[in-house]
């Protein structure tokens, strides 16, 4: 019989403790599917007396985690503790520096330090695998990795933060505002605790960073990605872009385009039929588009105990099988840097503007953005009953450049009573 597989696993939160119940529950599936055992020699984690509702008296204990990583009975160290800096990357270093295997669902410190890690380990011949950093238990990673590497990669879309996707679709069902419905997921526990990553598109830009990554051969470069979040994100417009056959969503997209690599988190309207604008509640979803295998749409849970050690147990049952595949599914070495380009794909918008109520206002809007070359597709203005009149306008396909160029053209006109809304309408 081959050896072991032993893990030491740091950081027993949910998902760590639920890593723990798959290796003790299914311990013999594991063996029949891969040929070996797959055993935890030592496990780390913060507070050694909390009760995580799993026996962990067969492994040994380590307060530090770099120690649990370097121990010689430890084949993978599996990271969980977060955090993209501090204990979590010290601890994978310094395995990488044993030679260990890495597997993390560590979106952050790979986001930002995915580079240099995925080098080390290959100067070490070792693994770093992340299959459980995006999207929870849909297999995003391995699919793309590896299901699609026959492919030239048209597009990588996805939804990748399930409490915005909460926050949206619940305002939407119950009518009910961004601040109300924040309260409540607050109070639901979905928020990370920053909430900033969440709301604000930084969770969900990490995951996009890496997808963009696997896609197009860049080295993972998520600063340069164009950044936003649903924080302003109104019950009007919810039910407008409803109301026109939309639904609103924390839209990442990565695609090449002739000018650069494209990486964008932003809400964005696509078709309410589409199956992007029916995913509901905290559900994920990931959009891959191949030239020769056409879109394929992976859908399921993007968070939570079961789906996200499900993720993590993939990464370790694929070392069990021998299956080594590069971190970025090409040697690190080979990954070039990426030149971002800044939305130069053109697209629909919808626009919505709070104008003062005399005459000659729509038709000032109107002639700032036929200057601007943006031609007008639909426009309605619809009922109220003070002195601003809201006007709707859905343009053509345009630049999001030209856009912000007649959105600032337009502040010299007198009429805008408010601060414009601008959304982009996703063709998917
Ligand atoms: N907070 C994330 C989400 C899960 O709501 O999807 C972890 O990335």
């Known amino acids: 019989m081959t050896k072991p597989l032993r ?24 063996t029949s599917r891969t040929g070996r055992t797959v055993t935890i020699s ?33 084949d993978v160290f599996v990271e969980l503790m977060g955090g993209e800096d501090g204990p979590a990357k010290a601890a994978t270093e310094a395995a990488i520096a044993a030679g260990k295997d890495v597997v993390t669902a560590n979106k952050a410190m790979l ?13 070490q011949g070792a ?12 297999p995003a990673i391995k699919a793309l990795t590896e299901s ?4 030239e990669i048209t597009r990588v879309m996805g939804v990748m933060n399930g409490t915005c996707n909460y926050i949206l679709t619940r305002m939407q069902d119950a009518g009910l505002d961004y601040q109300t419905v924040f309260g409540e997921a607050e109070a639901l526990g979905y928020l990370e605790a920053d909430p900033t990553l969440d709301v604000g598109g930084i969770d969900a830009g990490h995951k ?59 809400p964005c309207l696509v078709p309410a039929t589409s199956p992007l604008g029916q995913l509901e509640n905290a559900t994920n979803m990931i959009v891959l588009e191949g030239d020769s295998v056409g879109q394929i749409v992976l859908r399921g849970a993007g968070a939570g105990e079961g789906p996200t050690a499900s993720a993590v147990l993939s990464d370790v049952l694929d ?21 971002s380009a800044v939305s130069t794909a053109p697209a629909p918008f919808y626009l919505r503007f709070a104008l003062v109520d005399k005459p000659g206002a729509l038709a000032k809007i109107a ?22 009149a809201p006007v709707l306008i859905v343009t053509h396909k345009t630049t999001r450049t030209a856009l912000d160029e007649a959105l600032a053209a337009m502040d010299g006109t007198g009429v805008l009573a408010g601060a414009p809304v601008a959304i982009r309408i996703e063709e998917v």
């Open 7 to 30: 893990l030491g696993i740091a950081g027993l939160g949910t998902v760590g403790a639920g890593v723990v119940k798959i290796v003790q529950t299914h311990a013999d599936l594991m």
């Open 42 to 74: 030592a496990v780390s984690a913060r507070s050694k007396s909390r009760d995580r509702g799993v026996d962990l008296t067969a492994y040994d204990w380590e307060d530090d985690p770099v120690t649990l990583a370097t121990r010689d009975d430890v």
């Open 111 to 123: 986001a930002i330090h995915g580079q240099e890690l995925a080098e080390a380990a290959e100067a």
């Open 127 to 138: 693994c770093l695998r992340f299959e459980a950093a995006v999207a929870g238990g849909i």
């Open 148 to 151: 699609l590497a026959g492919n």
């Open 208 to 266: 996009l960073a890496l997808l963009a990554a696997i896609a197009y051969g860049t080295q993972v470069d998520f600063g340069a990605m164009a950044i936003e979040g649903i924080e302003r994100i109104s019950i009007e417009d919810i039910e407008q872009a409803a109301d026109m056959g939309y639904r609103i969503k924390l839209l990442g997209v990565a695609q090449m385009t002739g000018r650069g690599l494209e990486t964008r988190m932003s």
């Open 319 to 339: 070392l069990a099988r021998g299956i080594r595949v590069s971190t970025f599914g090409r040697p690190a070495g080979e990954l070039v840097a990426a030149r």
């Open 367 to 388: 002639t700032v953005l036929g200057d601007a070359g943006i031609s007008i597709d639909r426009m309605r203005q619809y009922g109220h009953e003070d002195t601003t």
